[in-house]
């Protein structure tokens, strides 16, 4: 794979991963609601996401996806009723969380539970296969001594680390602020509401997200 060709995709990789979408949003709202470590293992659930998004594209099931729209519409739509579960599961934990000041403190089965939850939010968006679809063939060369499939995979893995290292840092600088904020202790509600109606916005934002 040509270097220039490379170099290249990594400056759109990190122009698309720095401007805010739907897993940047999830990431802060965990990194509010938990702290510094659960930003950073939403950011690497995110991550294992997009690597199955990758290896899907790469064996061609995006375009299955592309000719079953109705596959395509039944996958949002349980993405979004997730994301609901998501926002009404926050707002029922807002009480036991206002009586933690601390939110560092996330227990291991916590943080599984982040990084699952991370994964299956990514993997309910199925057009994350398809902007893969779309962004990833205008780097391609037929001609180019290694295979297409290869090249397709090291692309989503350049992709992977560069949306890695913005949504890691993301979800660190947001359990800061948590955590400075959560020197008042009355404010821990307010941030789980916030939390909430990022995942309830994220909903909506999937749901009527079909014809886009």
């Known amino acids: 794979m040509d270097l220039s060709v490379l170099l290249a995709f990594v400056a759109a990789a990190l122009v698309i991963s720095l401007v805010p979408g739907p897993d940047m949003l999830f990431i802060v709202a965990n990194g509010i609601a938990k702290g510094r470590r659960a930003g950073v293992v939403a950011a690497l659930g995110m991550s294992t996401g997009l690597a199955v998004h990758t290896v899907a594209a790469a064996l061609g099931l995006g375009t299955l996806l592309q000719a079953a729209p109705a596959v395509l519409d039944a996958v949002r739509i349980a993405g979004a009723a997730f994301l609901v579960y998501l926002a009404v599961t926050t707002l029922r934990s807002s009480k036991q969380a206002l009586a933690n000041t601390d939110p560092e403190p996330v227990p291991d089965r916590s943080l599984r539970r ?99």
């Open 114 to 212: 982040t990084y699952v939850l991370a994964v299956l939010t990514n993997l309910a968006n199925p057009k994350v296969i398809l902007f893969f679809l779309a962004f990833f063939p205008q780097f391609l060369h037929p001609e180019a001594s290694w295979p297409l499939g290869v090249q397709f995979l090291v692309l989503g893995a350049v992709f992977i680390a560069v949306g890695l290292s913005v949504d890691g840092s993301v979800g660190l600088t947001a359990g800061a602020l948590a955590a400075l904020l959560l020197r008042r202790p009355s404010i821990r509600r307010w941030l789980d509401r916030v939390s909430a109606a990022i995942f309830g916005a994220l909903a909506v934002r999937l749901v009527a997200d079909r014809g886009a």
